[in-house]
């Protein structure tokens, strides 16, 4: 069942996911940042793809994002509460011209059923290792698959759905992310809280998400991240704080920590 | 004046037997060394952002003399917390551990002051790689050192841009 239902998934992906940016683009050399606070660890990476991209204009782009956490003594995670993931001012997301997914219409859904009802909608995927604590039970420890749309938030702004999938042992919601400008360095920010209804069964353990898509709007292209490498003359590389990723855990606890990237400019 | 200058003497003699009675008890634990490392780094890591505010913008406007002098002023701030943070006695388990991440310490503080003289020559590929060399070594300062928590003393490229 579950084969048929990933062979089925895998072709309906592969059907809406033709313009979205292949994954492995993403540099694999871009080594990952760890932070420690007591107990727990955790290590975030990602990059942009392509590396080389416009000095003055933004390019097409992809950005891929993970994050795991892990504690020291074996102890187990704490829950996560709300996961932020700032971006920097190199990338930004243009939804225009996109359809835009209810995030009702995702509730209870099977992937191949959510690419039915919002394949149109599909900005990016992932995965979301968790592990599964029923009454009763041994945790299991599962990786979830996801399907990320866009999604428009109840006061009109930006967001993002992520629809998370596990056929055995069925499991299946929705992180709301709202994308809100962040302060600082960093130009905005995907914030989702984690409901107690979906963190009282799971437990987070990190996450992996894939963000771009090419698109045709009016018969012109579009694309759904976009970024440029704005260095000055003579320098062709330029660093940028390409991320911070915030996890705030049941009992106050916080881990936070950002990702530096490099970029070249395009010739 | 004398009493303040006899008041900095009786400080430095206790924190000095402090030191010294930590030393000949086979160091302080993990925990006290840090708290004792995040005491020094706190001042000097919100020095270093001060210092090098709108350093990218200077860049990025071709003030490259102006940026060359606040990556000087950076590795000054650099260095002293260096010195400041040397003597202080290492937990006896963390030794070799603190050897590798001082010397991480060490090269970045090299890098700093090369990234000022080049960006001072205009020469921007020696920029480039210097400052790649620098959160290199930064990141791996940080994974040596990640069992110790550290927030002030731990490399941040956020402080430096």
Same mark, same amino acid.
Request: proline letters at 7%; one cysteine or more.
């Given at each position: 069942?579950?084969?048929?239902l990933?062979?089925?998934?895998?072709?309906?992906?592969?059907?809406?996911?033709?313009?979205?940016?292949?994954?492995?683009?993403?540099p694999p050399?871009?080594?990952?940042?760890?932070?420690?606070?007591?107990?727990?660890?955790m290590?975030?990476?990602?990059?942009v793809?392509?590396?080389?991209?416009p000095?003055t204009?933004?390019?097409?782009?992809?950005?891929?994002?993970?994050?795991?956490?892990?504690?020291t003594?074996?102890?187990p995670?704490?829950?996560?509460r709300?996961i932020?993931?700032?971006?920097?001012?190199?990338?930004a997301?243009?939804?225009?011209?996109?359809?835009?997914?209810?995030?009702?219409?995702?509730?209870?859904?099977?992937?191949?059923?959510?690419?039915?009802?919002?394949?149109?909608?599909?900005?990016g995927?992932?995965?979301?290792?968790?592990?599964?604590?029923?009454?009763g039970?041994?945790?299991?420890?599962?990786?979830?698959?996801?399907?990320?749309?866009?999604?428009r938030?109840?006061n009109?702004?930006?967001?993002?759905w992520?629809?998370?999938?596990?056929?055995q042992?069925?499991?299946?919601?929705?992180?709301r992310?709202?994308i809100?400008?962040?302060?600082?360095?960093l130009?905005?920010?995907?914030?989702?809280?984690?409901?107690r209804?979906?963190?009282?069964?799971v437990?987070?353990?990190?996450?992996?998400?894939?963000?771009?898509?090419?698109?045709?709007?009016?018969?012109?292209?579009g694309?759904?991240?976009?970024?440029?490498?704005?260095?000055?003359?003579?320098?062709?590389?330029?660093?940028f704080?390409?991320?911070?990723?915030?996890?705030?855990?049941?009992?106050?606890?916080q881990?936070s920590?950002?990702?530096?990237?490099?970029?070249?400019?395009?010739? | 004046?004398r009493?303040?200058?006899?008041?900095?003497?009786?400080?430095?003699?206790?924190?000095?037997?402090?030191?010294?009675?930590l030393?000949l008890?086979?160091?302080?634990?993990?925990?006290e060394?840090v708290?004792?490392?995040?005491? !020094?780094?706190k001042?000097r890591? +919100?020095?270093? /952002?001060? =210092?090098? &505010?709108?350093?990218s913008?200077?860049?990025?406007?071709r #003030?490259?003399?102006?940026?060359?002098?606040?990556?000087?002023?950076?590795?000054? !701030?650099?260095?002293?917390?260096? +010195?400041?943070? /040397?003597? =202080?006695? &290492?937990?006896?388990?963390?030794r070799?551990?603190?050897? #590798?991440?001082?010397?991480?310490?060490?090269h970045?503080?090299?890098?700093?002051r090369?990234?000022?003289?080049?960006?001072?020559?205009?020469?921007? =590929?020696?920029v480039q790689?210097?400052?790649?060399?620098?959160?290199h070594t930064?990141?791996?300062?940080?994974?040596?050192?990640?069992?110790?928590?550290?927030?002030?003393?731990?490399?941040?490229?956020s402080?430096?841009?």
């Amino acid at each position: 069942m579950y084969r048929q239902l990933s062979a089925a998934l895998v072709r309906a992906s592969a059907a809406a996911l033709t313009l979205v940016l292949a994954p492995a683009s993403v540099p694999p050399r871009a080594s990952a940042e760890q932070i420690q606070s007591g107990n727990l660890v955790m290590s975030v990476h990602g990059g942009v793809s392509p590396r080389r991209l416009p000095r003055t204009r933004q390019a097409p782009a992809a950005a891929r994002l993970a994050s795991r956490i892990s504690t020291t003594d074996g102890k187990p995670l704490p829950s996560v509460r709300r996961i932020e993931i700032g971006f920097g001012g190199g990338a930004a997301i243009s939804p225009r011209g996109l359809p835009v997914c209810p995030a009702s219409r995702l509730r209870n859904a099977t992937p191949a059923a959510t690419l039915q009802r919002c394949g149109g909608a599909l900005v990016g995927r992932g995965t979301f290792p968790i592990e599964l604590q029923l009454p009763g039970q041994l945790p299991l420890r599962r990786e979830t698959r996801a399907l990320i749309f866009n999604g428009r938030g109840r006061n009109g702004g930006l967001a993002l759905w992520a629809h998370v999938f596990s056929a055995q042992p069925p499991v299946s919601f929705v992180l709301r992310f709202h994308i809100r400008k962040a302060p600082g360095p960093l130009a905005s920010a995907l914030v989702a809280a984690v409901p107690r209804t979906i963190s009282r069964w799971v437990r987070l353990e990190g996450f992996a998400i894939e963000l771009g898509r090419l698109y045709r709007r009016h018969g012109h292209p579009g694309s759904y991240l976009n970024a440029s490498c704005p260095v000055p003359r003579p320098f062709t590389t330029g660093f940028f704080s390409f991320a911070r990723i915030t996890l705030a855990f049941s009992g106050d606890r916080q881990l936070s920590e950002s990702i530096v990237r490099s970029c070249r400019v395009r010739p | 004046m004398r009493k303040l200058v006899l008041l900095a003497c009786l400080t430095a003699l206790a924190s000095g037997s402090i030191w010294t009675a930590l030393a000949l008890a086979g160091g302080p634990t993990r925990t006290e060394y840090v708290d004792q490392l995040e005491t !020094i780094c706190k001042p000097r890591a +919100e020095s270093t /952002a001060r =210092v090098m &505010r709108g350093v990218s913008g200077d860049i990025k406007s071709r #003030r490259y003399k102006i940026a060359a002098a606040k990556f000087e002023h950076a590795d000054r !701030i650099f260095g002293q917390t260096v +010195e400041a943070i /040397a003597p =202080v006695p &290492r937990p006896e388990g963390d030794r070799s551990t603190l050897a #590798r991440w001082f010397e991480y310490l060490d090269h970045q503080e090299r890098y700093l002051r090369q990234i000022s003289t080049q960006l001072r020559a205009g020469n921007a =590929v020696k920029v480039q790689h210097l400052t790649a060399a620098f959160i290199h070594t930064g990141n791996k300062a940080n994974i040596t050192t990640l069992a110790f928590g550290f927030n002030y003393c731990r490399f941040r490229f956020s402080r430096f841009s």
